[in-house]
């Protein structure tokens, strides 16, 4: 694709220029709860689903169009437990209706979470940033100037290099030690060998995530509402293809509105509610496998049997190391890029071993991915007789960090189905981890290359001793991490290890797969007016951390809409 459009004037504004001077994210005015909507708007582009894509989507678009964005969530600003470093894990340990995030348990039996909130999985997850390699960015098909240029408008907001304390370098050195090479210092680039990557944090402390991308926006072409939840898209059916016109949703009181785009031919709703949100929004406005939407009496504008189909989760396993010494709160900063398709990376401090203070972070008995109380153990009096215990343990037992390594790709596919017409119901979803041989094996190497660099020199101090690397895995094993059935001794086989102690990095995708369901423009094949734009789309997670990527489609994907749409303007006149 050509990159030269719109002028060198119009360029220069929408590359480099935001519409905020301001550093930190202002409580933005064309924010508004949901309530105050009116019961019918109009507008160019709708745009379903502000988070990590859809964010950056709607400030680009808005730069010369009229655009709604609709996001179920709250705002993240105000929060603490989104925007401080130092409360990281809580807003994914809220149950709450309420939370920014939304829980879910795959049918495998692995506890997952869903962004509630504007600016998406960016304000709840771990913070690294990365970008997808370039044999990525060119098997899918994008102009790799372009992507260059999306990345860079997304990095001037919200990345930075992390500050790295003692703990993150021994894991970058003893990456180095276990051969994991060469050294490749600090960069956004995927490169194969040990890095340090971006981060989302500033040196303050102080969470950046897509939302902040709304500082470019046009604030004259932008709405925002929150609070809304879709619950379809309206169809008009009697031409030759069905054709995407409107949505119908619901504020926090209940009451109902509609959204129509304006009449243009390049005018589109375009949805991007992550990868459970996506296909299950297609599914209750009629676009899915045929058979299961009558079997919700749902009426089908297009019989698509790969909507929901091909649902992938990157499997994560990870071993907790306890330290001797008092180690630094770092979240993801240093990655080991292997040969064998295994990224290893690590984090520490009281967010994962937590305190009597933070409920024990990830050993919370209420929350925690690594309680000793499995969920469907967790009465009040479990709870309470689980904290007391903990409480009287020599706080040196939650002093450390983890170790966790993530596979690339995967190549193992799931699916996910509906389970209610209600939005705001997870569906369900089935990941099928290592149902390929091929995904277990590259976890098999990336735990053996753990195990190294527990055992590295330079690592040596942040380790006991007493505790071989054997035990560690027989500590880490004997947590209900998941709810699968464990084998009796996971330490003597790395591939039961592996299977035991899955869990989730919340990096899933798919359902909406290039290809499969939309093509190379991201727009829904078998109907027009309507596009898919997020991690939904993906054949394969990109890069180590796929943020980066998803934010840099969303800029992306709107400069090339924006394109056509003046190219049709132009040619019009």
């Known amino acids: ?14 590359f480099f220029h935001g519409f905020c001077a301001c550093d930190r994210a202002p409580y933005y005015s064309f924010m508004l709860n949901a309530t105050s909507a009116p019961t019918i708007s109009y507008y160019d582009y709708i745009i379903v689903g ?37 409360k990281f894990g809580a807003a994914l340990s809220d149950p709450s209706p309420t939370s920014p995030s939304q829980r879910f348990i795959s049918e495998d039996g692995v506890i997952n979470a869903r962004a509630r909130v504007l600016g998406g999985g960016s304000c709840l997850n771990a913070g690294f940033y990365t970008r997808a390699s370039l044999e990525y960015i060119r098997a899918a098909g994008w102009d790799g100037r372009l992507a260059n240029e999306s990345y860079q408008w997304v990095e001037r907001r919200v990345a930075f290099e992390p500050q790295m304390g003692p703990w993150q370098s021994a894991v970058r050195d003893g990456l180095l030690e276990a051969g994991v090479l060469p050294n490749n210092g600090f960069t956004y680039d995927h490169i194969k060998g040990t890095k340090v990557g ?87 406005s009629g676009v899915g496998p045929a058979q299961q939407l009558r079997a919700h009496n749902i009426t089908v504008v297009l019989d698509q049997p790969m909507v929901g189909q091909l649902m992938s989760d990157n499997p994560m396993n990870a071993i907790f190391v306890p330290s001797p ?63 007391e215990l903990m409480n009287n343990l020599d706080q040196q037992a939650f002093q450390g960090g983890f170790i966790l390594e993530k596979i690339m790709g995967p190549i193992s596919t799931g699916h996910l189905e509906l389970r209610t017409r209600h939005p705001e119901d997870n569906p369900s979803v089935t990941f099928n981890y290592f149902k390929e041989p091929q995904d277990l094996q590259r976890c098999v190497e990336g735990i053996s290359t753990i195990e190294k660099v527990i055992d590295s020199r330079p690592f040596s101090k942040f380790k006991f001793d007493y505790m071989s690397v054997p035990q560690l895995l027989n500590m880490t094993a004997g947590a209900p991490v998941n709810l699968l059935p464990k084998h009796y001794n996971s330490s003597q086989s790395l591939e039961d290890f592996c299977k035991d102690t899955v869990m989730t990095i919340w990096h899933y995708h798919g359902g909406c797969q290039v290809g499969s369901v939309v093509d190379h423009d991201y727009k829904v094949m078998g109907v027009d007016a309507l596009r898919v734009i997020d991690g939904s789309t993906f054949n394969l997670s ?21 394109r056509e749409r003046l190219a049709s303007e132009d040619l019009a006149n």
């Open 50 to 86: 502000g988070g990590t894509a859809g964010c950056p989507l709607a400030a680009t678009l808005s730069q010369n169009a009229s655009v709604l964005l609709l996001e179920r969530g709250g705002s993240p600003y105000g929060n603490p437990n989104i925007t401080s470093l130092s």
């Open 1 to 14: 694709m050509a990159l030269g459009f719109f002028g060198a004037c119009f360029i220069g504004i929408l």
């Open 198 to 284: 971006g981060t989302i944090f500033d040196r303050d402390g102080n969470r950046h995530t897509a939302a902040d991308l709304l500082e470019y926006a046009n604030p004259g072409g932008l709405s925002i509402l929150l609070h809304a939840t879709v619950y379809k898209i309206l169809f008009a059916t009697k031409g030759p293809k069905p054709v995407a016109h409107g949505v119908v949703y619901r504020d926090a009181s209940g009451a109902k509105h509609r959204a129509y785009l304006k009449r243009g031919l390049k005018n589109e709703i375009i949805i991007s509610s992550g990868a459970l949100g996506s296909p299950q929004l297609l599914m209750l």
């Open 325 to 387: 010494l008092p180690v630094e709160v770092s979240l993801i900063q240093v990655v080991g890029i292997t040969q064998y398709g295994s990224y290893i990376e690590a984090a520490s401090g009281e967010n994962f071993g937590g305190s009597p203070q933070r409920d024990y972070g990830m050993f919370s008995p209420k929350i925690g991915q690594l309680s000793t109380v499995p969920p469907k153990q967790r009465t009040p009096e479990a709870l309470a007789k689980a904290i």
């Open 542 to 562: 990109p890069g180590t951390n796929p943020q980066a990527t998803v934010m840099m489609l969303g800029r992306y994907m709107g400069v090339n809409i924006l």
